[in-house]
């Protein structure tokens, strides 16, 4: 089946631009989960959504990062007003259940000039 | 702040050599303890979820044991291939759902 999705794949965007990250998790999968990987480090999270509710955003750096998750499958991540350092692979990966095993998405490469 | 400490950092190893590494953690209250596989170019693809003290996973060549008491899990990879070549992260869920990453071992395997 199909596994799960994320577009853009690659995303170049000038300082101070929005952009917006599209996951698409595996079909009825609950639970859905953004990172944020920079070169040579772990995966770091951002936020967990179970069902349409954002469980928990402690990851999130700052208020320029926003999520949604509106109808429970698909989630878009927000970054307004882009800095150099939002450059990163950004993760999404979905699961049964929270703390169940997690597949993750192929990420968006986000590169902020 | 949890700090997930993997170790080594790389490891290089012949065809055929056994090897492990090790994930450690300071707390013992967790909910699970992740491995991942992630290969280059690939997304991570999740080995093992463990949750009690003395669990033992396995996987064709790959087994890994969980320590809570001590705070360590070890990955073990017997008869190492080119194939194996990967970064192995570990990860720990200290409240449902939210994921502490360590910065993984970085494993090439010479033919």
């Not at chain 1, 917006?20 to 990987?37: F, K, M, N, V």
């Not at chain 1, 692979?89 to 590169?111: H, I, K, M, N």
């Amino acid at each position: 089946g199909a596994g799960v999705s994320q577009t853009p794949s690659n995303k170049v965007t000038e300082k101070g631009k929005y952009v917006e990250l599209r996951c698409d998790p595996i079909s009825g999968h609950t639970a859905l989960y953004w990172y944020r990987q920079s070169l040579g480090q772990g995966p770091e999270f951002l936020i967990y959504f179970q069902g349409t509710g954002a469980a928990d955003d402690s990851g999130l750096p700052n208020d320029r990062f926003f999520a949604v998750r509106p109808e429970g499958s698909v989630s878009t991540l927000k970054i307004q007003r882009t800095e150099r350092g939002d450059s990163a692979v950004y993760l999404c990966a979905s699961s049964f259940w929270d703390s169940g095993e997690q597949f993750f998405g192929p990420g968006t490469r986000l590169t902020v000039l | 702040i949890l700090n997930v400490e993997q170790s080594p950092q790389s490891l290089h190893v012949q065809e055929g050599d056994s090897t492990n590494f090790t994930c450690s953690f300071p707390s013992s209250n967790f909910y699970a303890l992740h491995w991942y596989r992630w290969e280059t170019a690939k997304s991570p693809e999740a080995l093992f979820v463990m949750t009690l003290n003395g669990d033992e996973k396995k996987k064709g060549r790959i087994s890994a044991t969980l320590n809570t008491k001590e705070g360590y899990s070890y990955l073990y990879i017997k008869g190492s291939q080119p194939e194996d070549s990967a970064t192995y992260l570990c990860a720990l869920d200290t409240n449902a759902g939210k994921s502490t990453f360590g910065d993984g071992t970085t494993l090439t395997v010479k033919p």
